[in-house]
């Protein structure tokens, strides 16, 4: 098993660029998780998903824009980058969520985003 | 909305000591859970407390869970330079997603 998987690695953008970052999970998982972290602020949860089809906003979404459309896939779109978007990106996902078990998040390597 | 505050931000220690992070959460949680970020790398998880006043051991790391389910603690006894990296708390509530601290960022000098 790959685990989760992101593409791309690295990015650089102009400002007003788009881009799209894949992440893809081989675990079976229903939950994905797109998060951004910056130095000294944490994970900060962008959009987040509970099942193929479905995406909801978290604690940071604006600028953001996500699509699940295969269970397997969780896409985060940029549509118009900003300096402000520059960040390391981790997707993640979990079989369960809430109080039950099997809740536990696996990340992917992360995308590092620089935008100029 | 929750909030979890983590403290202290850094900590450097000399090899052989010990080393605690603290986790606290403006609301009472179902759960909390604990990652590991090395250099680098990805958040890692390494468990889950459930239970109020839950005590669970890792080898030489030992994680509280407080009574009043609303603070966590981690500790690790005898710190080595492969327990350098930073060390998040994540605190849930209900069915709401994990929220997460800021982390505190473990230096070991050998």
């Known amino acids: 098993n790959a685990g989760v998987t992101q593409t791309p690695k690295f990015r650089v953008l102009k400002t007003g660029q788009s881009m799209t970052l894949l992440c893809a999970q081989d675990?079976?998982?229903?939950?994905m998780y797109w998060y951004r972290q910056d130095p000294g602020m944490g994970l900060r949860l962008i959009h987040y998903s509970v099942g193929e089809g479905t995406t909801a906003k978290g604690e940071v979404p604006d600028g953001y824009n996500v699509s699940r459309l295969k269970k397997q896939n969780f896409l985060l779109g940029l549509e118009s980058a900003a300096p402000s978007q520059t960040s390391v990106y981790f997707c993640?996902?979990?079989?369960?969520?809430?109080?039950?078990?099997?809740?536990?998040?696996?990340f992917g390597p992360g995308t590092r985003l620089t935008v100029l | 909305g929750q909030q979890v505050m983590q403290i202290p931000q850094y900590q450097h220690v000399q090899e052989g000591e010990d080393f605690t992070t603290y986790c606290n959460s403006s609301t009472t949680l179902s759960n909390i859970q604990w990652y590991k970020q090395r250099p680098g790398g990805h958040p890692v998880f390494l468990i889950q407390l459930v239970k109020s006043g839950e005590v669970k051991k890792q080898k030489r790391l030992t994680f509280q869970f407080g009574e009043a389910k609303k603070n966590s603690s981690l500790h690790i006894t005898a710190t080595q330079t492969t327990d350098v990296g930073t060390y998040f708390c994540a605190g849930l509530e209900g069915n709401t997603p994990l929220v997460f601290g800021k982390g505190t960022r473990l230096s070991v000098i050998a």
């Open positions: 675990m079976n998982h229903e939950y």
């Open positions: 993640a996902s979990s079989l369960t969520a809430g109080t039950s078990g099997y809740n536990e998040q696996f």
